[in-house]
């Protein structure tokens, strides 16, 4: 079964660039990795998504290494309204049945500090 | 606004009850997705529709149930509540053009559940 695991907290000052990474080793060849933010009592919301090297949009970049084992999220210059849960998202297909199943990370609690 | 709507905001049941909690996906999405987020377990995946079919499974127990009708609107049917099902339940929607894993997922407000 594929496991993500991701740092539990970090803090950083306002106007930091932030690098948030998360582990997943049993990555299927076809699966995409994508990460979401979310607010106390809301729905998570999509950041970014990307397959391999780097993608960058305007909110975020994310980088994925060659082995795909791993990717880190990053946030240029983050602010007050960054302080939030951050989850990176992949897939995992049961060779077995052919099934699919969906895993999020553990979560990364960001606090941004004034 | 993600588009995403989920009823109730809001349910308080008793043990042994049963609940069925709404969704409505974003205009033109197919796929439907239920989550359960609770303080232990964090972000479970339970099931996926596409069109009315089931196109995957997490970890939902047999006292669970879905299904996404013709009008792609979708009911999660919890039965038998037990106090650990307390929860927030998260519907999320997407256009699922390629295969599993390479879709946005686009998530509602959520359902808090309260059994006591």
């Known amino acids: 079964l594929a496991k993500t695991t991701q740092p539990i907290s970090m803090d950083s000052y306002e106007g930091q660039e932030v690098n948030i990474t998360c582990s997943h080793n049993?990555?299927?060849?076809?699966?995409?990795i994508t990460w979401y933010q979310q607010f106390p009592s809301q729905g998570p919301r999509f950041i970014i998504q990307?397959?391999?090297t780097k993608v960058t949009n305007e909110v975020a970049s994310l980088f994925i290494p060659a082995d795909r084992k791993s990717s880190t999220l990053s946030l240029p210059r983050v602010s007050l309204s960054d302080t939030a849960v951050y989850y990176c998202l992949v897939g995992d297909l049961q060779q077995d049945s052919g099934t699919y199943k969906y895993i999020f990370g553990t979560g990364t609690r960001l606090k941004v500090l004034a | 606004d993600s588009g995403v709507t989920q009823t109730p905001k809001h349910l308080i049941t008793a043990t042994g009850q049963r609940v069925t909690l709404r969704c409505s996906p974003r205009?033109?999405?197919?796929?439907v997705y239920w989550y359960q987020q609770s303080l232990d377990q964090g972000l479970q995946f339970l099931i996926q529709?596409?069109?009315?079919?089931?196109?995957a499974k997490g970890n939902i127990l047999e006292r669970f149930s879905a299904q996404q009708f013709p009008d792609l609107h979708s009911e999660l049917n919890l039965s038998s509540l037990e106090l650990g099902d307390s929860a927030l339940y998260f519907c999320a929607s997407s256009v699922i053009a390629g295969a599993p894993g390479t879709d946005t997922q686009y998530f509602g407000p959520g359902t808090r559940l309260t059994v006591l």
């Open positions: 529709y596409y069109n009315g079919e089931e196109r």
């Open positions: 205009s033109g999405d197919l796929s």
């Open positions: 990307g397959y391999k």
């Open positions: 049993n990555i299927a060849t076809n699966d995409y």
